[in-house]
């Protein structure tokens, strides 16, 4: 059983839980998982408040969390049976953004790595910021650099997840806060800023709120859903230079769509709305 659970992430024969404890600080939790069942292995405090998502590394050894609530990101290191060893660094984030409401102060929202596993892109709601730091590889043991880069999303937008194109030229940022998805291109080392895409229709009025976004395995469509008033998925296609083209914005047939995901051949997608408590197959 896991208490409140916001967010899993799987690998192999492994998953793992956030959970988000009101008033206090959350905890994620590591289960394995054979012939359908779950068998709980160990918990460990996330390191902040309404900790929102969790992802592993793609060798298995180290699992990044976001806690929302308390501006931070923890990393955990992984033993090979899948058990949370211990919380190998804690990354505290100070300060605001433009928004008095939503960015009074940091909110991280996200820490993905790259699809390589060199990079950790940590997503800050509240400053409207991405850090983004080298993992670093001693022998068969992972950690983070120190110092971090840093690039900035458009203000008041609030980067809440991100996703890459297969050979990470361009990365996609969905800002919640406005319904939008911004596009970088890679310039040697460094994130150049390209674009702002609606994901909204034209002539769209109401509150948003930019959830979860997808890239197809061919590379070819993204995907990302709105919440607030609109309740929408968008369809785009990707071109060569790495702008988006909208295809179609289509209804959910619920409220709150915060997730979705793909069939594993690609033919299906599915979404989950949170309000409504339903899932819907496109």
């Known amino acids: 059983e896991s208490k409140d659970p916001s967010f899993l992430a799987r690998n192999n024969n492994f998953i793992y839980a956030v959970n988000e404890v009101p008033n206090q600080e959350g905890t994620v939790s590591a289960y394995s998982f054979k012939d359908g069942h779950l068998t ?11 900790p929102c998502f969790v992802e592993v590394h793609p060798k298995g050894s180290l699992l990044a969390v ?12 992984l033993e090979s049976n899948g058990v949370l ?8 984030h100070e300060g605001k953004g433009v928004d008095p409401v939503r960015q009074e102060k940091p909110h991280v929202h996200s820490t993905f790595f ?5 990079k950790l892109y940590v997503q800050d709601l509240g400053l409207d910021e991405i850090s983004i730091y080298p993992v670093n590889k001693t022998g068969n043991a992972y950690s983070l650099a120190d110092e971090s880069e840093d690039i900035f999303t458009p203000a008041g ?3 809440r997840h991100i996703v890459f194109d297969k050979k990470e030229k361009f990365l996609y940022v969905v ?10 291109k890679k310039d040697g080392d460094a994130w150049m800023y390209q674009s702002t895409f609606d994901i909204n229709p034209e002539g769209f009025k109401g509150s948003n709120g930019g959830a979860d976004m997808k890239i197809s395995a061919d590379g070819k469509f993204l995907y990302a859903t709105n919440r607030g008033d609109a309740n929408t998925i968008a369809t785009f296609s990707v071109e060569k230079d790495g702008e988006l083209k909208k295809i179609a914005n289509l209804s959910v047939k619920g409220k709150g769509p915060r997730n979705f995901n793909l069939s594993p051949d690609g033919k299906y997608l599915l979404v989950a709305n949170q309000y409504t408590n339903n899932i819907v197959l496109f």
């Open 40 to 50: 709980f292995l160990n918990s460990l405090p996330s390191g902040g408040e309404s």
């Open 114 to 118: 790259s699809n390589k596993g060199d």
């Open 85 to 92: 060893s211990k919380r190998a660094r804690l990354i505290q």
């Open 175 to 184: 800002l919640e806060m406005t319904g939008q998805i911004a596009s970088y």
């Open 157 to 159: 937008g609030g980067p």
């Open 66 to 77: 976001a806690n929302y609530t308390g501006g931070s990101a923890a990393l955990f290191d």
